[in-house]
């Protein structure tokens, strides 16, 4: 009701509406073997949410725009309230420590990952299940944003070139998600 009504995101949810049956996308594993789709019947705070990529369309563009939150919340949102330090954010180099992201001030705000580039502030959010994987990342001050969905776990291998190619980002932690390491 808070977010998805005003944003008009009609084709999403944190649990499987029966409205969705006429029209998803199957997930495939790394043979390529569909994994079909989950149908949640409850929700959690991590990989719960269902959308497509026009609704996902509808909520990037508000938080580009700072629309739906007061000036207070996305203030809060994206200010700093943990520094990363651990080399991975998954896997058993979570708890290894060192200061590998330090240059990019790599920290969480309020349900988004922050860095700070050379093009300023940017904001990202990820999620990664068997067959899904999605990546977004906004650049205000260039008014830039993209977002990667796909349906495959074959994807998070190439998503850093996705977004070399197609808004020249290098800066992006993808390799500290821990699913793979960046590609040459």
Request: proline residues 3%.
């Amino acid at each position: 009701e808070t977010v998805f009504e005003p944003l008009k995101m009609k084709r999403s949810g944190m649990i499987w509406q029966k409205d969705f049956d006429d029209d998803f996308a199957f997930g495939y594993d790394k043979n390529e073997i569909i994994i079909g789709a989950q149908k949640r019947t409850s929700s959690r705070a991590a990989g719960s949410m269902v959308t497509t990529a026009a609704d996902y369309a509808r909520f990037v563009l508000a938080m580009m725009k700072k629309e739906g939150l007061s000036k207070q919340m996305f203030r809060e949102m994206l200010t700093p309230q943990i520094s990363v330090a651990s080399e991975k954010g998954f896997g058993p180099l979570r708890d290894r420590f060192n200061d590998k992201y330090k240059n990019i001030k790599f920290s969480w705000g309020l349900g988004w990952g922050l860095i700070e580039t050379a093009d300023g502030q940017a904001f990202f959010h990820a999620g990664h299940d068997d067959g899904w994987q999605n990546y977004c990342v906004i650049y205000p001050k260039k008014k830039i944003a993209v977002v990667l969905m796909s349906n495959s776990d074959n994807f998070e291998p190439v998503a850093d070139k996705i977004l070399n190619l197609t808004i020249k980002d290098t800066a992006s932690p993808l390799e500290w998600y821990g699913y793979f390491d960046k590609t040459d």
